[in-house]
């Protein structure tokens, strides 16, 4: 049990580590008030800095920095956060603005992170960033290009930063997640801040790429055997993950695929890789705990899947998407039959199980909770519960398999006792049976024939003993 609890803590380490290094930011957060951020005396060397705190807000309007010379009405809201968790709407739209003060004669490197779900900023009136359309209604649209790095340079050191948003496509609307400030031209280290990232991301996906490979090619490979579902499963969610997270907000697939058709279709693919992920984990989840759902259950099961998959294919954003989180039922149907199925019996005999069983209720709690609080700070928040998820069935599937291995190395030396027992015994057997017969034939020889198989006969008795003991010592003495 200690082994267990070992590994239970370490799987949790592991993937605690990997959300920390991938979704956290790591940079001091600069909180502005009443709409300025001053960071005139910040330390700015070798350090970037995140854009927080109050930034003036208005709601349904699409100003430009011309309109906002007027000075309109204020109001102000957190950032990072999603408008709708301040009592709005999901879907509408409005602008944003901030007064950045930094020191003088110093330009700025800004980064812009993914606006939900469509954005365009300004800068000192003038337009340096535009992901997708940003419009009143339908006419809004997502790009794929969410993110990008911008320069900008005051004599005054004083930055107007407006931001137009429109979301018609997540579940959450707004600034959620941070810009990042750094300052000087040459040696900015906002690049390197954001590099940083981009690699750790990219060693994650590698890691899912491995060992999903590695899985498939371990199922075909396998002794020539059949193929084992399990493994096929387990190898194609690996897969998916590292689909989703080159696909995910601000990852990789910006930096490779400059198609503006393929860009519009990216966020689709990231939703089916999702979708898909959960059906298998379904899928594995079934054949882990040997759940053999009636005609019933898997009419009920098709049902759950397919009708949110149909409507995430066929109805306009964002009914589309808020529909996502409906996936999750077949996965709390599935949890519900597997803890039935469980038993502290079974449990004691495959613990292992159990910490699956574990995981995937984090799985599903972690899943909801991102979804519907709308947690800003995280970064491809799914790499907590994914990664604790597939740490827990690596596990599960390398235990079971070192243990069906052991499993057979006992019966193939149990085959091979049996078969040196069996030709043991029959050689001196045949002996006897051919000194008998020829006794019977030559009864002068008799005695010298009884002799010789009264040797062979305690010689058998020998063996008989030496293998008895050998099983014995082997099964552990009857422990």
Known sequence: MKRFFLTFFCIAAISGAVFYAVSMPHEPLAEAEGG?????????????????GEWEFYWGRLYEPADLSE???????????SWNSH???????????????????????LYVPEILSAGTVWINGKKVFSAGRVGTGRDSFVSYAKSGLVRAAAADGVFEII????????????LRHTF???????????????????????????????????QLFFAFQRDHQRVSPIYLVFALICLLTALRLFTDQDSLAQFFIRSPLVNTRLSIIYILASLLTIGLIIIFSMLAFELKPGRATRRAFAIMFGLPLIAVLALPA???RSLTIL????????????????????????????????????????????????IAYSFAGFTLNMTFLTLAQTTM?????????????????????????????????????????????????APELLKKARGEIMGMAGKINEALDENWERDGGGK
């Open 36 to 52: 300025v951020l001053d960071l005139r005396g910040a330390a700015f060397e070798g350090r970037t800095w995140r854009l927080g």
């Open 71 to 81: 000075e309109p009405p204020k109001t102000f809201i957190p950032v990072p956060s």
């Open 87 to 109: 009592g709005y709407p999901g879907t509408g739209y409005a602008t944003y603005r901030l007064r950045l003060l930094a020191p003088e004669n110093a330009p700025i490197m």
């Open 163 to 174: 931001v137009r948003a429109a979301n018609y496509e997540k579940l959450n609307g707004g």
């Open 180 to 214: 990042k400030v750094g300052l000087g031209e040459a040696e900015n280290p906002l690049p390197h801040s954001l590099l940083g990232r981009w690699c750790l991301l990219a060693a994650l996906m590698g890691a899912f790429i491995v060992i999903g490979s590695y």
């Open 318 to 320: 964002p009914l589309s």
């Open 327 to 374: 996936f999750l039922l077949p996965l709390i149907v599935t949890v519900i039959l597997a803890a039935k199925s469980l038993s502290l019996a079974r449990i004691r005999e495959r613990p292992y199980l159990g910490l699956y069983c574990i995981a995937l209720i984090f799985f599903i709690f972690w899943g909801t909770v991102l979804n519907l609080s709308g």
């Open 397 to 445: 599937l390398s235990r079971e398999y070192s243990e069906a291995r052991r499993r057979a190395r006992e019966l193939a030396a149990k085959s091979d006792f049996y078969h040196r027992l069996a030709h043991d015994l029959l050689t001196p057997l045949t002996i006897v049976s051919t000194s008998v017969q020829v006794a019977e034939m030559m009864p002068e020889k």
